[in-house]
C-alpha cells in the first residue's frame, strides 16, 4: 500500500471514503488556490496548481478536469482572480472605533478576551498593544490581510504598528478562543 505524506500548510475543506477510497478536497491559503486528491490501495494521485485544483478518481492517480478549491469554498468553481472578498476574519463582522486620537488601544489579553477587545478598528499608522501572560498565551497572527505586521509580535515589545489599511486577525495558539481582528482603515 503507497502512502504519501505531503505539508504545504493546507487546510482540509471535505474528506469522503467510498469504497476504500480516500478523496480530499485542500485549499492553500486565503487566496482560492486549492487542489483535490485521491487515493486508492496502493495508488494516490495529487494535482493543482496554485489558483486552479483539480481533482482525482479513486485509482486513477488523479485526472484533471476536477472543480476548483478555494479556502471555505468548498470546491466550488471559482476562479482566484475572480473571487468575492473573503469572509469575515476569526468572526470578526462590527469592530470597536479606537480611531480617536485619545481612545484606548490596549487588548487586555486574558481568557476570556472582552468582546470589546476582539475585535477593533484603527487608523493606518496607529499601534495596538497587547497588555498580558505571553508566558500562558502566546500572541500570533491568525487570517486576514498579508503581510499581517502581527506576525512579527515581541512579547518584550508588544506594540505592534498598522502602517498599512486592512483586516489583520490574531490569536493564541494556546488558547482557541483567544482570536480577534484588527481593521485599519
Known sequence: MGRA???IGVRVLSVVLTGGAIAMTIAAGATGAGCSSSSSGGTSGTSGT???GTSGAPGDGGSSGGSEGGAGDGGSAV???DAAPAGPVNGCK???DRTGATASR???WMFPLAA???CIAIKAGQSVTW???FTMYRVGASGGDSPNPISGFDPMSPTVAFPKAGTFGFESPDAPALVGAIKVE
Open 5 to 7: 505524506i505531503v505539508s
Open 50 to 52: 496554485s489558483g486552479a
Open 79 to 81: 476562479d482566484a482572480a
Open 94 to 96: 462590527t469592530f470597536d
Open 106 to 108: 490596549t487588548i487586555a
Open 116 to 118: 470589546a477587545d476582539r
Open 131 to 133: 497588555n498580558g501572560d
